[in-house]
Nanobody, 122 residues
Framework: QVHLDETGGGLVQAGESLTLSCAGSGVTIDDLAMGWFRQAPGKEREFVAGISGDGEGQYYGDCAQGRFTISRDVAKNTVALQMNSLKTDDTAVYYC???????????????WGKGTLITVSS
């Protein structure tokens, strides 16, 4: 069975940092583009960050530029999202995603995690 499991969500204050982790089961991250999306209440799911299948390319949405860093550990089959300088606007459910071809758009994602909630308080 293929699934992605996110951990690391929770409640933080604005300005603080948080790291999310995504563990793959039944899927090898080395074969896929991996990434993170988020969805805030009443808003569409948006691309946050992605990393290419060979690990050489890291890509960020406007919401993440300069504050978030995506990385992966092939040996552990995990992908992480380090988030710094969190803002109240970062409050959302964060989803881990895997795609065979393109990680930039939700419609091309092949596997989704269940999501983990991050709440940033002022």
């Amino acid at each position: 069975q293929v699934h992605l499991d996110e951990t690391g969500g929770g409640l933080v204050q604005a300005g603080e940092s948080l790291t999310l982790s995504c563990a793959g089961s039944g899927v090898t991250i080395d074969d896929l583009a991996m990434g993170w999306f988020r969805q805030a209440p009443g808003k569409e799911r948006e691309f946050v960050a992605g990393i290419s299948g060979d690990g050489e390319g890291q890509y960020y949405g406007d919401c993440a530029q300069g504050r978030f860093t995506i990385s992966r550990d092939v040996a552990k089959n995990t992908v992480a999202l380090q988030m710094n300088s969190l803002k109240t606007d970062d409050t959302a459910v964060y989803y881990c995603a895997a795609a065979k071809f393109s990680i930039f758009m939700a419609q091309f994602v092949d596997v989704w995690g269940k999501g983990t909630l991050i709440t940033v308080s002022s």
